[in-house]
């Protein structure tokens, strides 16, 4: 089986658009030209919400930015693959100059919640197109570090490794009280997520291509559904960590502090 293709050779493939053609008849639709997406386009600092199965940019709330095959908040244990599309807008100019606005999903990345791993190596992100940010694993942070990692797993690595080269590190995913902040490589803040009032947010703190703002979405999705799934009450959980997590996350609640999961 041969490599996934191109965002732009998907893109091409897709929109099987060879140009207006002189010889074509007169009764075939007017010419028109089509907006191609490009991965490395910066996307300005936003704020992203999670409304069931969509994500909308508050600087454009009219449409989804992004979709989810599942609704994240709504899934059991035994779901293992959740996809994420991105949205695209399809602005075709007609041979008038009129403008013609159309959407089309586009399948970007598969979230993977491994069960049969323990919490340090538990659920991935993987690019279904070639360009994306490859496979990125979220796992918790090594003694004496608090949090959690995104790792990027190196293509030639076939298998889940037992540990990763911290030159592969892509955020730091750091709780601040009632907000989660995702932190770059250099330790600078790329962008917080809070909840208020049952709504999940994203607020993107710095400008981003648009490869690296599909793989952050992405690995958000993840990040919020693992959390789900580990919070989903375990018959079979009866470990003293367990308990020490259900009594921290009671006293949590109790203050009043907002739950993030």
């Known amino acids: ?84 599309s991105r949205v695209d807008k399809r602005i075709r100019e007609l041979s ?63 298998s889940t490794p037992e540990k990763l080269d911290k030159s592969n590190y892509m955020y730091a995913i750091k709780e601040k009280k009632d907000m989660f902040e995702w932190c770059g490589a250099d330790g600078k803040v790329v962008a917080t997520e809070v909840c208020r009032d049952g709504e999940w947010m994203m607020l993107v703190a710095v400008p981003l291509t648009r490869r690296k703002l599909d793989g952050l979405i992405a690995l958000w999705c993840l990040w919020m559904w693992y959390n789900h799934v580990k919070d989903i009450k375990d018959p079979s959980m009866s470990g003293w960590a367990d308990v020490k997590r259900i009594m921290h996350r009671s006293r949590k609640t109790n203050t009043g502090i907002t739950r993030l999961y």
């Open 1 to 84: 089986m041969g490599s996934p293709p191109s965002y732009e050779e998907a893109y091409a493939e897709d929109a099987g658009f060879s140009g207006p053609s002189s010889s074509a008849p007169a009764d075939l639709p007017p010419a028109y030209h089509e907006q191609r997406y490009d991965p490395d386009e910066i996307m300005q600092p936003t704020i992203y919400i999670l409304a069931d199965d969509h994500i909308f940019a508050e600087s454009c709330s009219a449409s989804p930015r992004y979709r989810l095959s599942r609704v994240i908040h709504a899934q059991g244990k035994a779901t293992s693959t959740i996809e994420l």
């Open 96 to 158: 008038d100059g009129t403008p013609n606005v159309t959407t089309r999903e586009r399948h970007i990345y598969n979230m993977h919640y491994l069960t049969h791993f323990r919490e340090a190596l538990q659920c991935e992100v993987r690019s279904v197109a070639a360009r994306g940010i490859g496979r990125v694993l979220i796992q918790k942070s090594s003694f004496p570090y608090s949090g959690y990692r995104a790792i990027k797993v190196p293509v030639e690595l076939d």
